[in-house]
């Protein structure tokens, strides 16, 4: 680990395909926009000796700008992955954004990592979402440690800042949080700001100075000793307490000096066991440095402290038709079980797929199965394919470095797999698997749009699919009742990214539209209608009248059609045309082009004609007489009515609710969640929070999630429902 005494950068480089599971490490940066992620990946990288100085990747020769590589805008809302090579080890880092409408991207990246890195900027401190993404990786058990940047900022603080990572992080276990070195800093500048120049090592107590470009070792001189005192003695009080070896703490506390590679050990097993969270520091390496301050001590703990792949649990595997299947973990010699964790488009390799292998190995050119299940509400079907799969290889920046395989805990990309989505299966074509998917953010910020021209109508289809395929946190929906496409996003930076990309790679211009909510309409009150549909214009003519009552039913009740017609008054075979008719003109609406639910519509009576009724003069009648039925009723506008949850922090509870009843919404209840947390519940027509999630990340700063269900429709207010009437005169019903 970084506090090794003997820390060095060892061999280095860009990585290549790994032998054995144990030589690799997944990692994941988290953190909110801004924080430094992708400054501290470039840093890594520049110290591993992938690039040969801050911001360039070298290839064969050729070099080229790392941040022109994947535009710093584009990069900063994709998931985005950096092998490198430390000292006989290959680590895949991983860079998630920090915005919160790519959740979906931060998820597949805790998907594909065996440990986080958490990026808290000095300057902002620890963010809401910052801490939801905590509790989720504490949910599932794991390893993290946390990294602050922005060091060099005049008003940094490192030592408060690590209080504020411990209240936040460590709420359960305070001393879980603790820093394995201590800022060195500089002389005091005109501003009276001292730069941070290197660390100490509390374990080692050993400096590591970087004000060169390059990390030098030494001796700390004896007034920096009492200084680091107190810190040191409540590292390895954290550290024992979480030690397998319970003698430990008897020992320290009994005065013997414990082993400084006993101590090393304890902290890995800890850290790799997620029960403890070691705080570092990072900066980015100066023009001409060929070191960032810090990033040998990551890299040491990445490799040291975070756990291999052999130590995560086997995935939940079944067959595609649901059989479990029972799957050693992370078996390089096993059955092929590996998961597309990310799904984008290269211009001119086409379709390209982000894959962590967790069973077997993936080599080049050899024919694999493809199973994608359960996202079908998402616009993507199910399905089963047997496909060729194409190179394989290790990204960095622009260029793709082939590789020979991909065994059991490597990531890898795979090309011209035209079916594979982003949550899909690969698998052996002899013995199809699929895995259990992670759990995709539900999107709720409806988006309706329609093709710009028609040549774009023509091509909206194909990269509406190629979108979602890419996206699976993106639902395509084609309404049916309002005959709007519309893409479910989860917010408006989401959104204007998924434009983009229609504009962008797949030729599609699009207009925005208004989101329509499906309303519905029904009867108030019990009413009658008679239709009569008679003509005669020369050879065969019409002939048709049927009288009906239509009276309205409990919600949830449809259409229910009764026959009451006595003495033959309209023929048996012309009831089901009476029926098709009403049916057809309740699907229409008869007050503002919505389709009539909950009423009864009783055929009462009627006539016929022996030679000119007909089956549709019939149907023309029912749909006559349901309309006139209309004329003197009340009619009711429904409106869809949603079941909201939202879960907020207990300060924000009383802002949620007054907006909530701002919306027309009624709160029906609240419970405390934990975590000085509220779960707030809630009944909202539809109409109202269209925007919700937008509106309620602005109210919670970011901190509130909610979900929605349809609970039913209901009468709207009527000064609403008249408006929505006068905006429908004139339209066709």
Not at 31 to 53: F, I, Q
Not at 109 to 125: I, P, T, Y
Not at 169 to 178: I, K, M, Q, R
Request: hydrophobic content about 40%; aromatic content about 4%; overall charge negative.
């Amino acid at each position: 680990m970084g506090d090794k005494a003997n820390a060095h950068p060892g061999a280095a480089g860009r990585a290549t395909a790994a032998d054995h599971p144990a030589s690799v490490r997944n990692v994941v940066l988290v953190g909110h926009s801004g924080s430094g992620k992708t400054t501290l990946v470039e840093a890594l990288a520049l110290t591993a000796g992938a690039v040969n100085r801050a911001g360039r990747v070298e290839d064969g020769g050729t070099v080229s700008d790392y941040d022109e590589i994947e535009h710093r805008q584009q990069r900063s809302v994709q998931l985005s992955l950096v092998p490198v090579d430390w000292d006989g080890y290959k680590i895949n880092i991983l860079d998630t954004p920090g915005y919160a409408d790519f959740v979906g991207e931060l998820r597949a990246g805790l998907r594909a990592a065996d440990a986080a890195l958490f990026v808290v900027s000095a300057s902002d401190g620890v963010d809401g979402s910052t801490r939801m993404v905590w509790e989720e990786c504490a949910a599932v058990g794991m390893p993290r440690a946390i990294v602050i940047t922005h060091l060099e900022s005049a008003r940094a603080d490192f030592d408060e800042m690590t209080r504020n990572c411990a209240e936040a992080f460590g709420a359960d276990d305070p001393d879980a949080v603790l820093p394995l070195y201590l800022p060195l800093h500089g002389p005091q500048g005109p501003d009276g700001h001292a730069p941070v120049t290197g660390l100490i090592g509390l374990l080692s107590q050993r400096l590591f100075d970087y004000s060169s470009g390059e990390r030098k070792e030494s001796e700390p001189g004896p007034e920096q000793l009492p200084l680091i005192e107190e810190a040191r003695n409540r590292l390895i009080e954290g550290i024992i307490a979480e030690s397998e070896d319970e003698t430990l703490m008897d020992r320290y506390l009994g005065g013997e000096e414990l082993d400084f590679k006993t101590l090393v050990q304890d902290l890995e097993r800890a850290v790799a066991r997620g029960i403890f969270f070691p705080v570092l520091a990072a900066a980015p390496a100066a023009e001409g440095a060929k070191q960032g301050l810090g990033t040998v001590e990551l890299l040491e703990l990445i490799t040291g402290g975070f756990p291999t792949p052999l130590e995560r649990e086997a995935p939940t595997v079944t067959t595609p038709d649901g059989r479990a299947r029972q799957v050693k973990a992370c078996d390089p010699d096993g059955p092929l079980v590996a998961e597309v964790v990310k799904t984008a488009s290269d211009p001119y390799v086409g379709r390209v797929s982000m894959v962590r292998v967790f069973s077997g190995t993936l080599r080049p050119d050899e024919t694999v199965h493809v199973s994608g299940h359960g996202l079908a509400d998402r616009g993507h079907e199910d399905h089963d394919v047997d496909e060729r799969i194409g190179a394989l290889s290790a990204p960095f920046g622009k260029q793709q470095r082939a590789l020979t395989h991909a065994i059991a805990g490597d990531l890898a990309c795979v090309a011209k797999l035209s079916r594979a989505e982003t949550g899909d299966t690969l698998s052996s074509k002899d013995d199809p698997l699929l895995m259990e998917p992670w759990e995709m953010p539900d999107p709720l910020l409806p988006l309706a749009i329609q093709a710009h021209s028609k040549a774009d109508e023509d091509k909206l289809s194909q990269g509406l699919g190629r979108l979602v395929a890419e996206d699976p946190t993106m639902r395509l929906e084609q309404n049916q009742d309002t005959h709007q496409v519309v893409l479910w996003c989860l917010g408006e930076a989401h959104a204007d990214v998924a434009l983009e990309r229609l504009r962008s790679r797949y030729g599609v211009q699009v207009d925005v539209v208004p989101h329509k909510v499906s309303l519905r309409e029904t009867f108030a009150d019990r009413s009658a209608g008679r239709g009569r549909h008679v003509k005669q214009s020369g050879g065969h003519g019409q002939y048709a009248i049927c009288a009906i009552e239509v009276e309205p039913l409990p919600g949830g009740s449809g259409i229910e059609f009764v026959d009451k017609v006595v003495g033959g008054a309209v023929p048996r075979q012309f009831i089901p045309s009476v029926e098709k008719g009403v049916r057809a003109q309740a699907a229409k609406g008869v007050a503002a082009g919505y389709a009539l639910i909950d009423i009864r519509i009783t055929l009462l009576d009627g006539k016929a004609h022996s030679v000119d009724s007909s089956d549709a003069a019939f149907q023309t009648a029912g749909a006559l007489a349901l309309r006139e039925a209309a004329v003197d009723a009340r009619i009711h506008l429904l409106e869809p009515v949603a079941e909201v949850t939202v879960l907020v922090g207990d300060e924000y509870v009383g802002a949620v609710m007054s907006d909530l009843s701002g919306r027309r919404g009624r709160v029906v209840g609240t419970e405390q969640a934990g975590g000085n947390r509220t779960l707030v519940r809630a009944e909202v027509p539809e109409i109202e929070i269209g925007r919700y999630g937008v509106d309620l990340r602005s109210l919670s700063h970011g901190t509130a999630r909610f979900n929605r269900t349809y609970a039913r429709h209901e009468p709207m207010p009527a000064q609403l429902a008249e408006k929505i009437r006068e905006q429908a005169q004139g339209t066709p019903s």
